[in-house]
């Protein structure tokens, strides 16, 4: 967990030398003591990453934040600075599977991900008692084919009024369109596809997987986009099979991996710990 009145920045850019010790050195100038630093440099494309967290100085963390920006932009950074013990408001987008729902939910009220779940929205009603065991607000908004775009702005409008700054798909069971995501431009929208993407991308990928006949299939936590399931990816991980394993098999051993790649890639996107660039990621220790 982040120690309270500490700063992140993730920054990227063309790199050069000195890269390191020039943020090092400011954060040094201007009062503040570096907890954890990590980067990495894209070899070919010749782009420098660095993720670094460090105590704010006595000048304050609002003001430690906006000066750090303006001087890694002047040394040609794009530039992301976030209060590291801010907790960020979350909404969960869900149908009728539960098994993220609950993994989220439980993780979250044990401490494991810090931020605030604020609402939980749905295109059923299945999951509502459960929610409301949680003490958790449920958004029933029915979606079909001729009230997509009507349900779309209801969610919209539901974000905006909650001030909600992180969706996340656990299951949901809809594609959201490009109008929906362009307007969730500044609040990114993480799912969870039940298949080792770029493999079995849309629907039935259990059964895409099983009349294949792979051998391993897999779960993948990516950032929406509008390509459906191409979007930058935060977390995969696979689970071997056999031709001895059925349709069913195979979802129930997806199951457990889809709860807990979407877990990792949550917990890193609520510790500032991913950096995305082009339809890529660096996810720093």
Known sequence: MSTPNTIV?????????????????????????????DQHRDMAAEIFFQRIEWTAAPSGLAADASLFKRFAETLGMTVRVADAARRTKV????????????????????????????AIVSNHRDLEAAAKGYGLPYHY??????????????????LDQLGIELVIMARYMQVLSADFLAKCANRPVINIHHSFLPAFAGGRPYQQAHERGVKLIGATAHYATPVLDDGPIIQQDVVRVTHRHGVNDLVRKGRDLEKIVLAQAVRWHLEHRVLVYGNKTVVFD
Do not use: M
Request: glycine residues 10%; proline residues 3%; aromatic residues 8%.
């Open 9 to 37: 920045a993730l920054l990227h850019g063309p790199d050069r030398a000195g890269l390191v010790a020039k943020t090092s050195g400011w954060i040094y100038e201007n009062g503040g003591n570096i907890l954890h630093a």
């Open 91 to 118: 909404a969960i987008f869900v149908s009728k599977f539960d098994h993220c729902f609950h993994d989220l939910i439980l993780r979250w009220k044990s401490g494991d991900h810090a931020c605030d779940i604020v």
């Open 141 to 158: 908004i029915p979606v079909a084919a001729g009230t997509k775009a009507a349900a779309e702005t209801k969610q919209l409008e539901l």
